[in-house]
């Protein structure tokens, strides 16, 4: 079985920083990508940030400049992060592998609120 496991997720205040994790585990052969969507109450799935297995990324036009995506390629891992974060940036966060197949994890709740 495949599994995802994300951490980081909280109440932070606007201006503050998370950083997010996800692991990913299982009968998984080749990662080609690893990252993040968001997804708020009512509103579409979108990109959060993205990257390859060799290390290129992408963003989405809100999270740029502000986030940064990594990963640690041995251990099936990515991270994101979120710094001066925004109440617009409150949202559920899903992890996604992309291999032969497109994996998500159960999302982390992101809640930026003074």
């Known amino acids: 079985q495949v599994q995802l496991v994300e951490s980081g997720g909280g109440l932070v205040q606007p201006g503050g920083s998370l950083r997010l994790s996800c692991a990913a585990s299982g009968s998984i052969s080749t990662i080609y990508a690893m990252g993040w969507y968001r997804q708020a109450p009512g509103e579409q799935r979108t990109l959060v940030a993205g990257i390859t297995s060799g290390g290129s990324t992408n963003y989405g036009n809100s999270v740029e400049g502000r986030f940064t995506i990594s990963r640690d390629n041995a251990k099936n891992t990515v991270y994101l992060q979120m710094n001066s974060l925004k109440p617009e940036d409150t949202a559920e966060y899903y992890c996604?592998?992309?291999?032969?197949?497109?994996?998500w994890g159960p999302g982390t709740q992101v809640t930026v609120s003074s």
């Open positions: 996604y592998v992309r291999a032969t197949l497109l994996y």
